[in-house]
């Protein structure tokens, strides 16, 4: 047999002996061998012809991820660079499963469920915020029941994989969701729902897959490898010849690759109420509520919304904005738009295009003053504003929510289902973010507001936008509209030779500087910025081979292919 380690520093397969005691054991399985006399965890990649004499198996340790399953994970390895052993061990479970049940099989839905469901042809299917994608999952399931394999539905959140679960089964489909349901993935389950890690689910083939926001951030793995959830599911439908649909607010340019796009409905009614309030033209001794975002809280406030506010403050980067005092403009890089921070004495952007003196580009003031605050300090003086106890919550925010008025990072959104009114104190954090994708998160952060207030149609909440710059974006977002940024972001990428037009990595640690100079006599662009280096190649391919073949330095290293 050829095993591959859990050992990631020792990235190739070694070949062991199965003795007759061990019979049981087949490609996939997860075995305890001798590796340089260490006791070692590992998996069975193929079986080999006996040439030399070699070590046996010492254990089996159960099933491991499908064998049909392992080109895959190969694939993998190569495309974000990463060791095999780090995919093995995602597909494998976190206990030992010697053996695995019989999966139902899958049933036809009710003729009643089937009327519920919305046909669209493979693709990426463009939705409003308020849409609910389970006409869709129907349709999926529905249409390729014929099929042999597990039907796959992805949702950012596993709490949000919970509640379509129970969903699902009220329909009459047989689920498996979370990691105490391996071995039902394993057998090839009709149906798995599930968040990132779904996407690496042990089944042996896939019929169909459904992807729900798949432009989401949480599809990506934040911990090395940085693979996304989305590029691997959609190999592995090609690999299977599953159809695949994935549904966004805002599609980037890479995930409109991945198929046609269809428009499901009337996508702009779907897009929550937006006001948008400049804070140039706003009486400057209003405190971080504006006033009218504060009429409305208190509207709220005397509803019998159980919660009446959400305030939002989200820092992205490493971004300090600077406003001017006398007219209120902010502080941006006359080459990239980007925020300003102050460096030496003056201001300049991160990419340090322009360094200027301290000075207001608008009015030529140079009382510019920073406009940024904590969430802590903000949750403070919205208590003091609307003279009510507010409830901090953050991604390490732990316990239930009992306070009316919430305020907080994103983290609230996974914490409150349902609200009147939602503020975004600061939404240039958003806007001058120095990252290509700015914009598109912008629309992301509203349209999961708007899952708290409802669409404009429902009329039965609000959004409330706080800016100093109001550009093309906040224009889209006040007339539900958000194709134009679409567009405008798709050639932006085809111009800058952004993917799916180009490849990027990211390269940071100690011994990025040297590991990045290696890569420029490859011909590999490579830029600096913000402490990491930036590199680019015409296709993941080409780069993707290079960062592979390039010696890497001694020191830590962290690589992120996008």
Known sequence: MRVVTENAAVDRAFDYELTDALAMVHVGDRVRVDFNNRSLRGWVTSEVARTREMKPVKKWLGLGPAPEMLPLLEWAAQRWCAPLSRFLLAASPGVIVRETLRAPIARPLDAAVVAQ??????GVVLVSPTHDPMALILHAYQSTLEEPGSFLVLVPTEAWAQRLRGRLEQ????????EGEWDRMRSAWPVIVGARGTALAPTPRVRAAVIVDADDEAYRSESSPTWDAT???VERCRRDGAPLWLTSVAPSPLLM????LHRWGDVSGGWPRVTVVDRREVDPHDGVVTRPALEAAHRALASDEPVALVVILQRLGHGRLYACRRCGELARCSVCAQGEVERAGGMACEDDHEPR???CRACGATNLKKVRVGVSTLARDVAAQLSQPVAEVTASFQGDIHARVVVGTEAVFARVRRCAVVVFVDFDQYLLAPRESARRAALVAVAKAARLVGSRHDGRGEV???TRRHDDVVT???KGDVVPVIQGDAQTAQLLEL???GARAQVSGEAASEFAARLTHHGLRVRHADGCFFVSAADVDTLTRILRETPRPPGRLRLEVF
Request: charged share 10%; proline share 12%; with cysteine.
């Open 257 to 260: 690759s991945f198929g046609p």
């Open 117 to 122: 469901a919305v046909a669209f042809d493979p």
């Open 464 to 466: 409330f936008i706080q």
């Open 357 to 359: 003196a301290n000075f």
């Open 231 to 233: 590029s691997m599911l």
């Open 499 to 501: 993917p799916p037009y």
């Open 476 to 478: 889209s977002l006040e």
């Open 171 to 178: 329909r009459g489909c047989a689920v498996a969701q979370g």
